[in-house]
C-alpha cells in the first residue's frame, strides 16, 4: 500500500524537533551538527533571533494581501535588492524553480518583442534548475526527466567546461545561456572567473541573453553577495532562492532594465509571490547578509574551511581525492562512495549532503563560528577513519 506521504524522497531516519545556530537536535535527543543548512537554505543557521523577530512581528500585522496591490514588504526588499545588485528589476517567487520558470518566460518573451525568432537556449551537463518540466527540459535528459517526456523543446545541453562546444554553439541564433556559476547538485564544480567572463563576452558578441542560476551559491555563500561578483561580470537575469528566505519560502528574479522591458503588466503573475511575511524575512536576511563585514567573515571562515579540509584529504587518501568550491560552498570529492561518507558522518551527528560526481556536499550556516568549523572537521575525521576501518575489514 502507498504510504499517505507519497513516496518521492529517501529519507534518512531522523527527524529534528528544534535548530538553534548550527545545531539540530532530533526527537531522541541527539544534536546534530548541521553542514547542510537545508540544502544551502537556513543561510543564517536555525531560529536566528532577528529573523524569528521579523517573521513574528510581521505574522502579528498582516501575512498575506494579493498583487492586486501594493505590497510595502515587497517593495522594500525590491529597493534593498537592486541597491546591492546589478539589477534594475525584481519579481519574486516562492522557489527557485518558479525563479527557472519565469527566466525561461522573459527570454522568449524578449526576443518576441524584439520580433526575432530565437529559441535555442544552452544549458550545461550536470545543471540542476528545478524540477518543473521547463526546469528539467533545461538539464537535459536523465533522472530528472525519466518518464516526463515530451520534453519543452529548445534546449541545448553542452559538455561543463567544453569550450569548443560553447564556441561553436554560439551564434545570432541563441536566445540565452543558462548557467549556475557553482553547480550545487551537479558537483560544486566551479566555473572560473575567467570563464563567466569569457561566457559574459560570448552573449554581448551574439546579444544571447546570460542568465545565472545562483538559487544555491547566492546570497553571501562564496563570501560576496552573488558567486558572480567575483567575476566582475553582470548577468542579463538572476535566480535567486534558498538563502534569500533563511528558510521561508522565497525566490526572486533579478533582471537588468533591457531584459525585462516586455514584462509588462499581465505577463506573468504569483498568488503567494511576493508576500509580505516572506519579503519581511527577506529583507532581514539581506540586511545581515548584504553587509561588507558580514561577507568578508563568510570568506575568511570559508578560506579556514578549505584549509582543514584539504588537511582531512590528505589525512584520509583512500576515502577522498579533492576540495572544491568557494566560500562556504565546498565540495569534497571522494573515492569511496559518497552516500556512504554521508550515512558515516550522520553516525558521528554531522549533516552533509550528497551530490552529483561522487561529492559530499558542505553547506553550513553563512554564521557558523570557527569552533564549529573544527567540530564538523573532527566529525568528518571521525567518519573517514570509521569508513576506513571498514573498508580494512571488508
Ligand atoms: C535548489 C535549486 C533550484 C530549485 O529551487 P527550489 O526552491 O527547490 O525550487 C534551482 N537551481 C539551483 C541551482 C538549485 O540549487
Redesign the pocket.
Known amino acids: 500500500m502507498i504510504p499517505a506521504l507519497m513516496p518521492t524522497y529517501n529519507r534518512a531516519p531522523l527527524s529534528f524537533v528544534s535548530g538553534t545556530g548550527a545545531w539540530l537536535t532530533e526527537a531522541d535527543g541527539r544534536r546534530f551538527l548541521d553542514f547542510a543548512a537545508g540544502?544551502?537554505v537556513n543561510a543564517l543557521g536555525h531560529a536566528h533571533p532577528a529573523l524569528v523577530r521579523a517573521l513574528t512581528e510581521q505574522a502579528g500585522r498582516l501575512w498575506h494581501v494579493s498583487n492586486l496591490y501594493r505590497i510595502p514588504e515587497q517593495e522594500a526588499l525590491a529597493d534593498r535588492l537592486t541597491a546591492a545588485s546589478f539589477a534594475d528589476t525584481v519579481f519574486f517567487t516562492n522557489?527557485?524553480?518558479?525563479?527557472?520558470e519565469l527566466a525561461l518566460k522573459m527570454v522568449r518573451r524578449f526576443w518576441h518583442g524584439e520580433g526575432r525568432e530565437r529559441h535555442r537556449i544552452l544549458t550545461f551537463t550536470g545543471a540542476?534548475?528545478?524540477?518543473s518540466t521547463g526546469?528539467i527540459a533545461a538539464a537535459g535528459p536523465g533522472k530528472m526527466t525519466d518518464g516526463f517526456g515530451p520534453l519543452m523543446p529548445g534546449f541545448e545541453v553542452l559538455e561543463w567546461g567544453d569550450h569548443d562546444a560553447l564556441h561553436a554553439a554560439m551564434d545570432e541564433t541563441v536566445a540565452a545561456v543558462m548557467v549556475?556559476p557553482i553547480?550545487?547538485?551537479g558537483g560544486i564544480r566551479t566555473m572560473p572567473p575567467e570563464c563567466l567572463r569569457g561566457l559574459r563576452e560570448l552573449c554581448d558578441a551574439t546579444g544571447a541573453l546570460m542568465v545565472l542560476?545562483?538559487?544555491?551559491?547566492g546570497t553571501g555563500r562564496t563570501g560576496r553577495l552573488f558567486a558572480h561578483e567575483w567575476a566582475g561580470i553582470a548577468p542579463d537575469i538572476l535566480?535567486v532562492?534558498?538563502g534569500i528566505g533563511g528558510g521561508f519560502?522565497l525566490?526572486a528574479v533579478l533582471a537588468q532594465e533591457r531584459a525585462a522591458t516586455p514584462m509588462v503588466a499581465g505577463t506573468h503573475g504569483s498568488t503567494y509571490g511576493g508576500n509580505p511575511l516572506g519579503c519581511a524575512v527577506g529583507a532581514k536576511v539581506m540586511e545581515i547578509v548584504a553587509e561588507p563585514d558580514f561577507l568578508a567573515e563568510v570568506e575568511r571562515k570559508g578560506a579556514a574551511m578549505e584549509e582543514q579540509l584539504s588537511a582531512l584529504v590528505a589525512a584520509h587518501p583512500a576515502i577522498f581525492a579533492g576540495v572544491r568550491g568557494k566560500g562556504l560552498m565546498r565540495g569534497l570529492a571522494c573515492k569511496v562512495t559518497n552516500t556512504d561518507v554521508v550515512a558515516a558522518a550522520r553516525d558521528a551527528e554531522l549533516l552533509v549532503v550528497p551530490a552529483a560526481d561522487n561529492v559530499v556536499r558542505l553547506l553550513p550556516p553563512l554564521t557558523i563560528s570557527d569552533d564549529e568549523i573544527t567540530e564538523g572537521l573532527a566529525r568528518l575525521d571521525k567518519a573517514a577513519s570509521a569508513l576506513a576501518e571498514q573498508g580494512a575489514s571488508a
Open positions: 540544502i544551502g522557489s527557485g524553480t518558479e525563479a527557472t540542476f534548475h528545478g524540477r526546469a549556475e553547480q550545487g547538485e542560476d545562483e538559487v544555491q551559491c535566480l532562492a534558498k519560502p525566490g
